[in-house]
């Protein structure tokens, strides 16, 4: 055990009152009491292993958004077309629909601390790689194509194993509040690391964006690495993670309704609405360029970062299958709001806006899931989970940038942004469960 650390680990030895913070003697004053019931619940941080985690997880995350600005904007540079930089979706697309779904299933039986530390280091090896082309000046598309997807193969792996670690450390209560946390520090990442990637873009280049990521990608491999031994429970131990664990994943998946409509509305937000591949071409012809792309990428997540620091009533929501379609409609109308914009202020505001709805529905999805699904499934619907929450924008880049071809920018971003937000009314309609959902009822 790394550190020689004890830290509960399973079902029966979940955080003790020794994690939690003491509470007060008495009741808050009105207004205090007010902010505690808004505020993001900080109760999981009580929490050695999750807190170690949490903080790999958010400051590597700054690096990996980094790469995430730099890599399209280069493709960009190279080939003037959004159309490939929407190709970047496809690339990354096709490892992590099958590496996402495999790894889940591997995290089921298999040492999950073992398994993230292997995947993330994959992960850090294609952000070296980006950084060598672009020391070297090469402009390879196809290198850089090749990297993009070993990296997404890395990050298929270790998503679904880092979620189906989470639900291991805490009494189920608590969950909903170390997934706000954790979308939370994610969203910061993704603030700040567009931020950067904007600043060191203009003043130093590629290679100093590429450096960076893997500079600060090492303290999630460290957080990692310092986990404790997280073995599979029950019976999986014994079993083979092969294509039969994931069908047996898919088969689950395929009965229960509430999960499977939580999957197919997140995959109409984003893969119908999300405008990302289009920000290097509206930063450049409306916005003046590569200090407009930074904050066109960062504007999601300051939306979403604000709306996980007031994020404490989200844990007292009990019928959220409704909540979780209303955020999805708020979302898909801001953005095709944000694409009328022609104020760089303005468009980032309303990008913000649902930014906050999206991490709204967010959680309340990886709530569903991580409370919903037993242990031993757990790992391959997070599996489905990864592909479908990292595979949507992909499409989405996809669906805007082909788009934009034919019709131009705005219509594009305008058109997918609307469109979202009537299909996931429609699809919510035509299967009632998920809007039934109540989790008194569960």
């Known amino acids: 055990m790394a550190g020689g650390e004890t830290v509960a680990v399973t079902s029966e030895q979940q955080s003790t009152p020794a ?42 995350f700054v690096g990996f958004q980094v790469t995430a600005v730099a ?22 697309l096709v490892p992590l629909i099958v590496f996402g779904l495999w790894g889940g299933a591997i995290a089921d039986h298999m040492d999950r601390r073992r398994l993230l530390f292997t995947s993330s280091l994959v992960t850090w090896l294609s952000t070296l790689a980006l950084l060598l082309q672009a020391l070297l000046g090469l ?72 450096g960076l990521d893997a500079a600060l990608f090492t303290v999630g491999l460290y957080a ?29 998946l395929a009965t229960q309704p509430v999960l499977m409509m939580s999957f197919v509305v997140d995959i109409i937000a984003m893969g119908v609405a999300m405008p990302r591949a289009l920000f290097p071409e509206v930063a450049d012809k409306t916005f003046g360029g590569e200090g407009a792309v930074g904050w066109l990428f960062a504007a999601i997540a300051i939306g979403s970062v604000l709306g996980g620091l007031m994020s404490g009533w989200i844990g007292r929501v009990h019928r959220q299958g409704v909540a979780l379609v209303a955020a999805i409609v708020v979302w898909g109308l801001a953005v095709a709001a944000a694409g009328l914009a022609h104020q760089l202020w303005l468009a980032v505001a309303l990008l913000a806006v649902g930014g906050a709805a999206d991490l709204v529905s967010a959680v309340f999805r990886q709530t569903m899931l991580q ?13 489905v989970f990864t592909v479908v929450v990292a595979g949507g924008p992909r499409l989405g880049d996809l669906r805007a940038g082909a788009t934009a071809a034919v019709t131009g920018a705005t219509a594009s971003w305008v058109g997918g942004g609307v469109a979202c937000a009537v299909l996931v009314v429609i699809a919510a309609l035509a299967a009632p469960a998920l809007l039934r959902y109540d989790t008194r009822k569960t």
């Open 139 to 210: 402009d390879s598309l196809l290198l850089i194509m090749a990297a993009v997807a070993v990296q997404s193969t890395g990050f298929a792996i270790s998503s679904p194993t880092r979620g189906a670690i989470v639900p291991r450390l805490f009494d189920k209560e608590l969950v909903a509040a170390a997934t706000t946390l954790n979308f939370t520090a994610s969203q910061v990442g993704m603030l700040a690391g567009p931020l950067f990637a904007g600043v060191v873009l203009a003043h130093w280049g590629y290679a100093a964006a590429y």
């Open 19 to 60: 994690d939690t913070p003491d509470m007060p003697a008495g009741p808050p004053p009105p207004r205090r009491h007010l902010l505690r019931r808004l505020a993001i619940d900080t109760r999981p941080l009580g929490n050695r292993a999750f807190r170690r985690l949490w903080l790999g997880q958010g400051v590597s």
């Open 71 to 92: 890599v399209p904007v280069q493709v960009y540079a190279i080939s003037g077309s959004s159309a490939w930089v929407g190709a970047l979706g496809v690339v990354g």
């Open 224 to 252: 990692a690495l310092r986990l404790p031994p997280i073995p599979p429970l029950g019976d999986t131990v014994a079993k083979a993670a092969g294509l039969r664990s994931v069908v047996d994943g898919l088969r689950y």
């Open 371 to 383: 409370t919903y699904a037993p242990d031993e499934m757990r790992g391959r619907l997070q599996g």
